[in-house]
C-alpha cells in the first residue's frame, strides 16, 4: 500500500490559494511517486490554524455539501487514492451551529467520513466544539485495510490510539498542527503499543495572530511509523514535503508474538479501574 | 527524594547467596550513593526467573510471613526506605494454592503490601497465577509521595502506568526481567503521558533452564525517567549496577501546562469505547 502524507504550510484564510498548493503537491505524487493509495494532509490544511474566536472559524466553516469536501472528493478520484485531510467543519446541531476542527475521509466510490476531534488544544477550546464522533476505523475502498483517524493533540491520549487499533485499524493517520517536539516521545509508542502503522502530517511556518500578536510556530517533522514504533521516514522541520513509504497492512493484525502472548487478547480491562 | 534502583544478577535458585549480594548492594548504597528514600530491586530477584512449571515456582514460593518479606522488611527498617523487590509469592485462596510472580513494598511502620503482576509473559503463564490485586499506589511512609508498582510485561499496556497515574502515583517502579529492548520505546511515554516519573531496575545476565535447555538472556539497561519522558539515568547491558537520582514528586502533580489544558482532566472516557 502506497502512503503518502504531506508536509504543508498554507496561508491563513485563503482557501482558493492552498487549494492550489494542495493540488500541486497531488499532482506531484502523482508524478514523482508513483501515486498513492492513501494521501494524508495536515490539520486544518485548508485554512490554517490559529483561529481567535468561535464567529472567526465559523466564518471559514463548511458543511460536507462544501467546496473542501468536493475538492479532496475529486483529488481522491482522480488519484484513486483514499484521501484524509483537516478542514473547519460547520454543523447543525439541535438548531444550533457547531464549528468543529474535523478531518474529512473520501475515497472513489464511498460515503464522506468525518472524524471531529475529540481533545482540543488551548484556544481551539474558544472556536470549536468537542468533537462528538468518536473513534472510528474506515475500510480502504479498493485495498485490504482499515485506516483509523485522530487529530494532533490527541496524540497525548493512549485511548486514542488504542480505541482505533482495537477496532480494527492497520494504519492510524494524525494530521496535525503540533508546536512541540514531545509528541516524538509518544507517537513510537501509539505505534508498538497497538501493532499499528502511524503517519503524522504535521505543518510547517508560522502564524501571528490576535490583537496581542501571538504566535505559533509549527516544527514540522511529519514522520511515519512502522508498526514496532521505528521510523519509516521523517521530513525536516520548516519547508513542504512529501513522505512516501510501501506498507503491508496485512502485517500488523497478529498480535501474538509468542504462541502464549497476543498483545490485545492480554489486555485485562477489569483491571485499569 | 532519593530514588536508587538496583541491575541486579541472581543466581537461580539460591536465596541465600541472593539475599546476601542484594544486601550487599544495600550496603553500598547507604555508605556511597547517601542512602535511599525509595529503594527498587528486579523482579524475582531473590531466586532467578525462569521457572519452569508451577510446582517448582511453588517450591520456592513463600507467604508474606517467610524470610523474604521479613529480609527487605529489615533492609527497609535499616536505610529508613521503602523497598521495593520482585518475589514468587505463595497464596491459599479458596482452598487452592497459588505461586504469584509478586511484588513487595515494605517501609517503616507501615504494612506490607503485595502486587501481583497484571499481564504473564510467555512461560510465566504455565508457573503463575494471574496477578488479582490491580495496580495501586503506596504512600511513602515520611515523604510526601505515591509510589506505584507494576512488573515488567505490563508496559506493554499503556492501561497499567496509566491506571496508576489516575490513582496519584508520583513515581511508577517497574521490576523487571526484560529480555528485548523493545521497551524503551514505550516507557518513555508512560512517564510523559502521565506526567510521573518511571523506574526500571532490570536485571542482567542469563538463565540455561529445563530439558531443552532453553535459554534466556536479560537485557539490562535499566533506567530512571523524568515526567517529561527524558532519561534521567540508565545502566548498561551486562553488569550489575546502581541508579541514583534526586526526584521531586510534588512537580508531577499539576497536570495542567497552559491554562486551558491538563493532560488528566482533557481525558474524554465516554470517548474511548
Redesign the interface.
Known amino acids: 500500500m502506497k502512503l503518502r502524507i504531506v508536509q504543508f504550510t498554507p496561508v491563513f484564510g485563503n482557501k482558493q490559494e492552498n487549494f492550489k498548493r494542495l493540488q500541486a503537491h497531488a499532482d506531484r505524487i502523482a508524478t514523482e511517486f508513483d501515486g498513492a493509495d492513501v494521501l494524508v494532509f495536515p490539520e486544518l490544511c485548508t485554512t490554517g490554524y490559529f483561529f481567535q474566536s468561535n464567529d472567526e472559524a465559523l466564518n471559514y466553516a463548511e458543511t460536507t455539501d462544501g467546496e473542501t469536501v468536493a475538492f479532496f472528493r475529486a483529488m481522491a478520484h482522480t488519484m484513486d487514492a483514499l484521501v484524509v485531510a483537516g478542514f473547519v467543519e460547520r454543523a447543525i446541531e439541535n438548531g444550533e451551529e457547531h464549528a468543529y476542527n474535523s478531518a474529512l475521509i473520501v475515497a472513489p466510490g464511498q460515503e464522506v467520513r468525518i472524524y471531529r476531534k475529540?481533545?482540543l488544544?488551548?484556544?481551539e477550546?474558544h472556536c470549536f466544539s468537542?468533537?462528538n464522533t468518536?473513534?472510528f476505523v474506515v475500510p480502504h475502498h479498493r485495498l485490504d485495510a482499515k485506516i483509523g483517524v485522530m487529530i494532533c493533540?490527541d496524540w497525548?491520549?493512549?485511548?486514542?490510539a488504542?480505541?482505533l487499533g482495537l477496532k480494527g485499524a492497520d494504519l492510524i493517520v494524525c494530521p496535525s498542527n503540533l508546536i512541540t517536539n514531545?509528541w516524538h516521545?509518544?507517537m513510537?509508542?501509539?505505534a508498538?503499543?497497538n501493532k499499528v502503522y502511524v503517519a503524522v502530517p504535521n505543518r510547517a511556518g508560522e502564524e501571528t495572530r490576535g490583537l496581542e500578536g501571538e504566535t505559533v510556530k509549527f516544527t514540522g517533522r511529519s514522520v511515519i511509523y512502522g508498526f514496532?514504533?521505528q521510523e519509516l521516514a521523517k521530513a525536516g522541520d520548516t519547508d513542504d514535503e512529501i513522505l512516501s513509504v510501501e506498507i503491508d497492512p496485512a502485517a500488523t493484525r497478529d498480535k501474538s508474538f509468542?504462541p502464549?502472548?497476543d498483545?490485545f487478547r492480554?489486555?485485562?480491562?477489569e483491571?485499569?479501574?
Not at 492480554?266 to 480491562?269: G, K, L
Open positions: 475529540t481533545h488544544f488551548y484556544k477550546r468537542d468533537g468518536g473513534f493533540y497525548r491520549f493512549p485511548e486514542s488504542r480505541t514531545v516521545i509518544a513510537p509508542a501509539r508498538l503499543e514496532q514504533g509468542n502464549l502472548n498483545i492480554d489486555r485485562r480491562p483491571m485499569y479501574q
